[in-house]
């Protein structure tokens, strides 16, 4: 299974966005987007220009792609999919990334980042209704109820994800009961319930060309 294992600070940086990647270690100073939001490289600091409309647009759809830790040809599925659903496609894309199960385990808590959720799911640790799903991209639907299986509730990761998720805002379309290590999804998100500062316009803009 692909997935991106290089330094994930240099990602926030390449894009401008904080992608959140570090959990506690970014809270501990340890995450370089903080003090160094330049671009990665040697000459990072003067590499910052007005940029073209085509090079917004890229950047938006990067900014998705590593938020949500899915690559090219997934993304391009997602995009596909989001078209042919009614409604705006946007919106429809920011919907299917979030109803992924690993970020789904992530905004419940149960993990600290969106890698260590996926990280979580692929070594079978996570339960859906009771049963075992070890695919991340897995759509999670609404009613059901998202837990971390008997044997793994008190592992580091799962710990640390309910540090990190009891000082956040919670969710309105997700319940976390952290006692129970789990947590149920309410209602499908609106864009207006996902606090992702991407312009998903501009990802649609630059697909329908």
Not at 2 to 28: F, I, N, W
Not at 157 to 162: D, K, P, Q, S
Not at 188 to 198: A, E, N
Request: aromatic content about 6%.
């Amino acid at each position: 299974m692909a997935r991106y294992t290089g330094p994930v600070c240099r990602l926030s940086r390449r894009v401008d966005m904080q992608l959140d990647l570090k959990g506690l270690r970014r809270e501990r100073g340890k995450d370089s987007y903080d003090t160094s939001p330049y671009p990665p490289g040697q000459h990072g600091q003067s590499r910052r220009g007005k940029m073209s409309t085509y090079a917004l647009q890229l950047r938006e759809k990067q900014r998705a792609k590593y938020f949500y830790g899915v690559l090219e040809r997934q993304f391009r599925r997602y995009y596909a999919r989001a078209n042919r659903m009614r409604g705006v496609t946007g919106h429809n894309l920011m919907q299917l990334l979030e109803c992924r199960l690993d970020n789904i385990v992530h905004r419940l808590g149960l993990a600290p980042t969106r890698p260590a959720a996926r990280q979580l799911v692929t070594h079978g640790h996570i339960r859906v209704d009771g049963r075992k799903v070890d695919i991340p991209s897995f759509q999670v639907g609404v009613g059901q109820v998202v837990s971390v299986k008997e044997k793994s509730r008190e592992l580091p990761i799962v710990l640390e994800g309910l540090d990190l998720h009891s000082r956040r805002q919670p969710l309105s379309w997700l319940e976390t009961d952290a006692d129970k290590r789990e947590g149920k999804v309410l209602s499908l998100p609106t864009r207006q319930d996902i606090p992702v500062l991407i312009n998903e316009q501009m990802i649609v803009e630059l697909y329908s060309k």
